[in-house]
């Protein structure tokens, strides 16, 4: 998938619109008014950061539209917000504000790789004292379980890839001005924090399974479907 997009970027010019086209050539063009709008913000921005960089000036657009204009440059007298999320949060909330959320992130996406590494276990959502190879299950059986097991890895990865797009494009602005865009925002992050947490839920309850060498059952619970596959083994 990745030499394929490569391959097509040479045809890209002839397939999206020429506004598109133009302005991704304009980027860093200085005499381009929304590079260099957006590079003043980010100039005195840091101006401002530099001399908040404890405590913040205050969230909101009250705040900085007071204390903006000390800082403002002559062709850049006013800006809603600094085009950049991170640099935001500090003039918001000082260090410790971006500190939070970057733990924040760090612990989100720490529990998300932890269970896309336990589900790379084949012996998963079957009961702990029973092997992957020990378990002679029929072909329903096993293409419930890897069925099982993709389902979770997609629920938990594409909230998360959700929240990687949006951290790259704070890069370049402030992604949290609009609210109904930082409420999405919230709740997509928490989807997969929930994603991850009610993914691990099931996978511990396999591993807790009713391991008895007389008679066992493997219960495979699909998840995107809200729906229960049940294979049984009687002695």
């Known amino acids: 998938l990745v030499l394929g997009g ?7 010019p002839a397939i999206l619109p020429a506004s598109i086209v133009s302005r991704y050539f304009d980027i860093g063009n200085m005499a381009d008014t929304s590079t260099s709008y957006r590079v003043g913000g980010w100039q005195a921005s840091l101006a401002m950061l530099k001399d908040n960089i404890l405590a913040g000036i205050g969230v909101g657009g009250d705040a900085w539209s007071k204390v903006y204009p000390q800082y403002s440059l002559l ?3 006013s800006t809603p917000h600094a085009h950049n999320l991170y640099i935001q949060l500090v003039i918001d909330l000082g260090i410790m504000g971006l500190a939070a959320y970057l733990f924040f992130l760090f612990f989100l996406y720490q529990s998300g790789f932890t269970f896309f590494s336990r589900l790379s276990d084949e012996g998963l959502l ?3 004292s029973l092997g992957a190879e020990d378990v002679p299950r029929s072909v329903d059986a096993n293409r419930n379980i890897r069925r099982t097991r993709s389902d979770l890895r997609i629920m938990a ?3 998360l890839c959700g929240v990687i797009a949006v951290l790259v ?4 602005e402030n992604i949290w001005y ?9 709740l997509v992050t928490g989807l997969a924090s929930a994603a991850v947490r009610t993914g691990t839920a099931l996978v511990d309850e396999s591993e807790r399974g009713e391991g008895d060498s007389e008679a066992y059952t493997v219960d495979v619970m699909h998840f995107s479907r809200g729906s229960e596959n049940k294979a049984k083994k009687s002695p």
Not at 6 to 12: D, K, N, S
Not at 169 to 172: N, R
């Open 6 to 12: 490569v391959a097509a970027l040479p045809f890209l």
């Open 75 to 77: 062709a850049m007298e």
């Open 126 to 128: 079957l009961p702990e």
């Open 157 to 159: 990865a594409a909230p």
């Open 169 to 172: 494009q704070g890069m370049v």
């Open 178 to 186: 609009n609210y109904r865009v930082y409420l999405m925002i919230w």
